[in-house]
C-alpha cells in the first residue's frame, strides 16, 4: 500500500517531525509515550509533545500528530492535526477505542510503515457549530442539552430552512458517520460506516412521540433554536462551546474540510464493529 497523498514523496523518511498528544493520567499511556518517544529519536525523528489543551502546531513544523491514549485524547489531538491541516494517528491504550488505528504491541512495525510510505490517508467528515458568533469543529458531534439535570428543554429544529421538529428532551445529538459510534449510539442512534458521508440527529430521552434518529444528507444545514427558558450548554466533540438562552440559536453544519486519519489496513466497517463490541 501506498500513502495517497496526492502528490509528492509519500514516505515520511529523512527529518521526521511529529507530535504527540499523550494521555497523562493512563500509567500504561505514559509509559507507551516514553517508549515512543525514544524509538522515534532513536531514529533520528523529531519530536514535539503536546502540554496541554489550548495548543497550536500551524506554526510547528510537523508531519504528522500522534496520539497515545484512547477515543477523548484522540479526539484533542484531531482538533490540533485539523487545525494545523496534518494528518493524525492512534495508538490505542483505551477501551473501545474506534479512533484509533494502531496496536501499541506494534511501534517499531508502525514506525517502520510510516517510513516506508505503507499508509493511506482516509478523510473523516467534520461538523461545525456556529452560535453567538463563535464556531468550533469537530469530528464526532455537536451535543445541545440541558445544563439543569431535572428539567428538560425544548428545541424547535429547523432543516435546510424548513420547520421539522419540535424536541422536549434531555438533548439532541448531531453526528458525523465517525461519531455515530460515540453518544449518539448511546442515545439510540444507528451506526454509520465512516465511508459515507451524512449527518445523524439523535434524541437524548425524548418526551416526544417521534424519537427516532434521522440520518441526513451531509449538505444538510440544521437550526436548533431554544423554546423554552431553560438553559441549554452546547459542546462540540466533548469540549462546552457555549451557552444558549431562550430565543438563542445554534447552526450545526458540515465542516469545510475533512480530517486525514492514517490507515494501514483495509477493514471492512462490519469487522470494526464485531471486534470493538466483542460481538
Given at each position: 500500500m501506498v500513502c495517497e497523498r496526492g502528490s509528492g514523496d509519500a514516505r515520511l523518511g529523512g527529518a521526521v517531525r511529529i507530535g504527540v498528544v499523550p494521555n497523562r493520567v493512563r500509567e500504561a499511556a505514559v509509559r507507551f509515550t516514553r517508549n515512543l518517544m525514544a524509538e522515534a529519536r532513536s531514529r533520528g525523528w523529531e519530536?514535539?509533545?503536546d502540554e496541554g489543551e489550548g495548543a497550536d502546531l500551524s506554526d510547528e513544523p510537523t508531519d504528522l500528530v500522534i496520539a497515545t491514549g484512547g477515543d477523548g485524547t484522540m479526539l484533542r489531538a484531531v482538533s490540533l492535526a485539523y487545525r494545523a491541516d496534518r494528518p493524525v494517528l492512534g495508538f490505542n491504550l483505551g477501551t473501545l477505542g474506534f479512533l484509533a488505528e494502531a496496536d501499541p504491541g506494534d511501534l517499531s512495525r508502525t514506525l517502520d510503515r510510516l517510513e516506508q510510505g505503507e499508509y493511506r490517508l482516509v478523510p473523516r467528515m467534520t461538523v461545525m457549530a456556529e452560535l453567538n458568533g463563535l464556531s468550533d469543529l469537530g469530528v464526532n458531534d455537536v451535543v445541545v442539552e440541558k445544563i439543569d439535570s431535572q428539567r428538560l428543554i425544548e428545541l424547535e429544529v429547523e432543516v435546510d430552512s424548513e420547520p421539522m421538529l419540535s424536541y422536549r428532551a434531555d438533548g439532541l445529538v448531531i453526528s458525523t458517520p465517525t461519531g455515530s459510534t460515540a453518544y449518539s449510539f448511546s442515545a439510540g442512534g444507528p451506526l454509520l460506516d465512516t465511508r459515507v458521508d451524512a449527518l445523524v440527529m439523535t434524541p437524548v430521552a425524548p418526551h416526544s412521540l417521534f424519537s427516532r434518529s434521522l440520518v441526513l444528507s451531509p449538505e444538510s444545514v440544521i437550526r436548533c433554536r431554544v423554546a423554552r427558558d431553560r438553559p441549554v450548554q452546547v459542546s462540540v466533540d466533548g469540549r462546552t462551546t457555549a451557552s444558549l438562552g431562550m430565543g438563542d440559536e445554534v447552526v450545526v453544519r458540515?465542516?469545510?474540510?475533512?480530517?486525514?486519519?492514517?490507515?494501514?489496513?483495509?477493514?471492512?466497517?462490519?469487522t470494526v464493529v464485531t471486534e470493538r463490541f466483542g460481538l
Open positions: 519530536v514535539w509533545v458540515r465542516g469545510p474540510r475533512p480530517v486525514m486519519f492514517v490507515a494501514f489496513e483495509r477493514v471492512a466497517f462490519s
